[in-house]
């Protein structure tokens, strides 16, 4: 991404951070060795200075800014930034988020430079999707990417088995449907409670064996192949979204379906992390081969990975054969300088086709430390020693930031 790009995406809070950084040019030096906030016009004179030739160590102390990298899906036209926002806790996942909270997150997460925004009906019973229309309106709409997902649909009187999960506003209950006329309808029912003018990015939902026995997953998945699946492909014919893909917590069925179905994107969820990569190696292989994109959901494994005092490991409270293995990556951060949240955020980009990851977010303080993990300077000799440890295994690719 060059100059030009990146400095469209910056923001208020970006060029405030630019102006109280040390810097060593000319500029810098008649001013005694730092910027004053300035107007955009001057600054932009320096970045590109910076950028360019002159001011290689304000660059370098500024870092990558990685949060502001982006990515194409597959073969559609949908962009995404690196770093994502997950909106699963805007539907109260294992805890309540107040509206003030939600949207105070999403003000955030602009003012960063986030542009990636993931939800799905699911969420809070309709909750996260609403939160996040209200978080978005006004928004210029080509500036964004919004996925939200089919697979559900929300009626009164229904159960909600995902109670322990979820909780939100809507008496709504859900109703797995994988069904033809059911992902048109679900995308119609979405496109209301955003109250936007169209998704970006519909994903089939939670179809693997996690979620289902067995009876039921072979029933949705014949039934999403002829179904939902067809949905999906005839609504980017139709441009109705610009890209496709599956929401899923399995490999295996993830590979599946990117061998029978022309899919943009595959969003795995817990399934590539530092404490897991079970079974993504055939996957990673067949999406690079297709052009089809993979997003990370749940880096940190539902908390256990970064300050998440609940110690969560795949939406339940971790057992100790997983606390421990953390214990002991905490003891190898802690010897060079680490925070395990920043190794956990980003580890998945040594796998070139990782577009992007989308971190779950309550706050507008969690969005602030995603986007300081994601920036954070890890030294190789970090990743070699959870190598010789066995942590981690030494054929897996590690990030190459450049």
Sequence with gaps: MGP??????????????????PCHDSLGARMGGRLPLLSRATLKMGYYRATCKLSRRWWEELGDMRN???????????????????????????????????????????????????????????????????GLIGRPRDAFCLSTK?????????????????????????VFDYGYDAAWRSVEESLHRLGLDRIDVALLHDLDPTVH????FKEHMDQALTGACRALVDMRKAGVVSAIGLGINDAE?????????????????????????????TLFVECEKRNVSVIIGSPFNSGVLCTDVHSYYDYAPAPKAILDRVSQMREVCARHGVSLGAAALQFPFGQCVVAA??????????????????????PPDFWEELCA??????????????
């Design 253 to 281: 069925v993830a590979l599946r379906f990117v061998r029978e179905v022309p899919l943009d994107v595959v969003l795995l969820a817990g399934r590539y992390t530092l404490l897991e990569q079970c079974h993504t190696r």
């Design 357 to 378: 990851v989308i971190p779950g977010v309550r706050s507008a303080e969690q969005v602030r430390q995603n986007v300081n993990w994601l920036n954070a300077s890890i």
């Design 213 to 216: 026995d067995a009876p039921a």
């Design 68 to 134: 502001l990298y982006t990515h194409v899906l597959g073969n559609s036209t949908a962009k995404v930034t690196r770093l994502g926002f997950g909106a699963a806790p805007l539907g109260n996942l294992f805890a309540p988020v107040s509206e003030k909270d939600a949207l105070a997150s999403l003000e955030q997460a602009w003012n960063e430079g986030i542009r990636y925004f993931d939800t799905a009906p699911l969420y809070g019973y309709g909750t996260s999707e609403q939160r996040i229309g209200e």
């Design 4 to 21: 030009d790009e990146v400095w469209g995406k910056l923001s208020d809070t970006s060029l405030v951070r630019i102006a109280r950084l």
């Design 389 to 402: 440890l066995g942590l981690l295994s030494r054929e897996i690719p590690l990030p190459q930031w450049s």
């Design 150 to 174: 089919v697979g559900r649909l929300l009626k009164a009187g229904f159960a909600r088995p995902t109670d322990g999960e979820f909780s939100g506003s809507f008496a709504l209950g859900a």
